[in-house]
């Protein structure tokens, strides 16, 4: 998934409400809707007796017209995950086969562990290929515990680091430090730690100080404590495991992996590599080159063999690679396409969060969007308008975003349960980023389904999704908008029968989609605030729309977006030329007669901006539970919360403009 930048998430599922917020004093979005909607004479469009026409919004006039998609036939490559094998069968340690099975409740292999574990276990190298949610975390943990224990001098904390393992985000080392402590209850002699940015330096360097034998970091903070910590040393380091190779290249540590090979090349012994990744880029193919000694590659759709090129296409150009190699997404993965006129894009949205989490239950699902403004904007609005007091049942929305406090990283190593959706509202930038993403659904055998928002003028990214063997569905815009017909709360103006015509069931399902575009432009017109709010979200979407690669910007051209109906999309009514993060509240009818305020104004979404902020943010998720559970959700499979997170934190090298204005806590 390609350039670096922060991304965001929208997580919903349905919930009933749990502890309530009274004692903040702050005005919260839900209590500014209840006062908008005290007023509801004035605030929505009235129904008149007589039948007359209620106040639309024009969604769905002057739109384009969505065009026929015309795409090759796919063979999609199949990885068969599950194997019948046990552990048992295995060389390994009774004790650790019995910790597989009753600590992490697992007792056959898959595919990947089947292929990587012996090889690592006879001391190759090895690069290891396979679809995310495979248990790629396991084919190497078993492998370095298993030789760990076996040391005829027992391990000990004085030893120092004797495996180091190198994740992109926090989460995953979080995540990755856990299962080591799992496979290690029967080993408690061999310590294990992790490094990762938010926590406290002092209190690492004091675990560092006392000794880890098996160390989990980041990248950025091993190089800040490969600098600054003098109890810190590699001499004993037997394993180096660099995990996400990918999404580390992509996040722009590619600096900080040099770093971390100097160092480990200047004072370890020989030691054993192995590199794990979803896709095999041209990034990664050189990063093998550089630090593995005769690797074997692993790919778990073909067999295990000695040549880097034989599984997957690899030129000197890395474009050209890129456009040849074949990706592997789950089989039990159903995937999505709907073609949306821009106007529509923000009810269509609101339609299927409600199917899918309303009118159906027990749904969790995560909405990728490209920048932290536009989370926050979703949430606010969504938490507001759909999931209100008035709401039954009531819907639940989370939000995570690199800007947040704790830099939550939701579209990488977050392996959330049971998310059964993932809705990709803004499209990735690379083939790349979307496997990362659907990826989030259908893990370890499980089903999911994913769906893609594009405008049809965005049709083209297909047709790029299917030179990877990836092949889409195709959901009707009418299919989506149809779910409205389940609740009267968004009745039209007339009385619809099911016996009546499809072209009437049409036309009460537009005025419908109407309705509730309608009550998204009350709500952000009611006050400065959530004016604001709209303006900046669709600020920080134009600016996320210029940093597509050039490879693609045939296809996500600025150019070809109508920036009224792209306004329309963030509940806003005015016009692109009346935009402005300082103006205030514009109720119905309400104007801009400066010309010379309207002159500048009408620069502000992209001549105001450098080239890129959109922390590329992407995952929004929702899920029944106390919201007091939250940080429990992100560290136990059973915790239960609702979330909303943004995919990717700033925290990455390869800076954007838009990175300069929000940068992260390191």
């Not at 692993?298 to 890129?322: E, F, M, N, Q």
Request: charged share 20%; proline share 5%.
């Amino acid at each position: 998934m390609s350039s670096a930048e922060d991304q965001l998430c929208l997580n919903i599922s349905s919930s009933f409400s749990s502890s309530s917020s009274a004692r903040r004093k702050p005005v919260s979005a839900q209590q500014r809707w209840a006062r908008v909607s005290a007023s509801a004479d004035r605030r929505t469009p009235q129904r008149k007796k007589d039948g007359g026409a209620i106040k639309t919004s024009s969604l769905f006039k002057h739109n384009p017209e969505i065009p026929e998609i015309h795409r090759a036939a796919v063979s999609q490559v199949k990885e068969q995950i599950f194997t019948t094998d046990s552990f048992s069968d295995l060389d390994l340690h009774p004790h650790l086969v019995a910790t597989l099975n009753k600590v992490l409740n697992v007792s056959t292999v898959t595919s990947v562990q089947k292929q990587t574990i012996p090889v690592l276990l006879s001391g190759r190298d090895a690069v290891v290929r396979s679809q995310t949610g495979s248990g790629k975390t396991l084919s190497y943990a078993i492998p370095v515990v298993q030789s760990l224990q076996a040391v005829q001098q027992k391990v000990s904390r004085s030893d120092g680091p004797l495996a180091v393992v190198i994740v992109p985000t926090r989460e995953l080392a979080q995540q990755t430090f856990q299962t080591f402590q799992k496979l290690l209850k029967p080993f408690t002699w061999i310590v294990p730690g992790v490094l990762m940015g938010g926590e406290k330096r002092k209190a690492e360097k004091a675990r560092l100080r006392k000794g880890i034998n098996i160390l989990v970091s980041t990248p950025g903070r091993l190089v800040d404590h490969i600098r600054n910590t003098l109890s810190i040393a590699f001499s004993g380091v037997r394993w180096l495991i660099l995990d996400e190779a990918d999404r580390t290249l992509d996040l722009g540590f590619e600096k900080d992996l040099t770093v971390i090979l100097n160092s480990l090349n200047s004072t370890g012994p020989s030691r054993q590599n192995v590199l794990l990744s979803a896709t095999l880029t041209h990034g990664v193919t050189r990063l093998a080159d550089v630090c593995l000694n005769d690797p074997v590659s692993i790919h778990v759709s073909g067999p295990a063999s000695s040549d880097l090129t034989s599984s997957s296409a690899v030129t000197s150009d890395p474009g050209a690679a890129s456009q040849l190699e074949s990706f592997t997404v789950p089989e039990a993965l159903k995937q999505f396409v709907v073609v949306v006129p821009s106007k529509i894009r923000l009810v269509c949205l609101a339609a299927f969060i409600l199917d899918k989490c309303k009118f159906s239950q027990n749904n969790k699902l995560i909405v990728f969007v490209s920048s932290c403004e536009a989370v926050e904007f979703l949430h606010t609005l969504f938490t507001a308008v759909l999931a209100g007091p008035s709401a039954n049942p009531q819907l639940s929305f989370l939000r995570l975003h690199g800007n947040m406090k704790q830099e939550d990283v939701a579209a990488r190593g977050l392996d959330l349960p049971q998310v059964t959706w993932i809705v990709q509202y803004t499209p990735p930038t690379a083939a790349t980023e979307y496997v990362h993403r659907v990826g989030r659904t259908a893990r370890i055998g499980g089903r999911g389904s994913s769906l893609i928002f594009l405008t049809p003028a965005e049709t083209g990214f297909i047709n790029e999704l299917a030179n990877h063997n990836i092949s889409l569905s195709d959901m009707k815009l009418q299919d989506i908008l149809s779910s409205l017909m389940q609740d009267d709360t968004y009745r039209g103006r007339g009385k619809y029968h099911s016996k009546t015509s499809s072209r009437a069931l049409e036309q009460e399902t537009r005025e419908r989609a109407t309705v509730l575009q309608t009550e998204f432009e009350n709500f952000v017109h009611a006050d400065v605030q959530s004016v604001q709010a709209a303006k900046k979200a669709l600020q920080s979407f134009l600016r996320a729309y210029t940093t597509y690669p050039a490879h693609l910007k045939h296809v996500f051209h600025i150019r070809s977006l109508h920036l009224g109906h792209a306004a329309k999309s963030f509940g806003l009514r005015d016009a692109p030329q009346g935009l402005s993060a300082t103006k205030g509240p514009s109720g119905p009818g309400s104007r801009i007669h400066n010309k010379n305020q309207n002159q500048n104004q009408a620069r502000s979404p992209l001549n105001n901006q450098k080239k890129a902020s959109s922390s590329r943010v992407s995952c929004v998720m929702m899920r029944s539970g106390d919201p007091q559970e939250l940080t429990d959700m992100f560290y136990s499979p059973v915790a239960a919360v609702p979330l909303t997170a943004t995919r990717g934190s700033v925290s990455v090298t390869e800076r954007t403009a838009d990175q300069l204005i929000n940068k992260p806590k390191q």
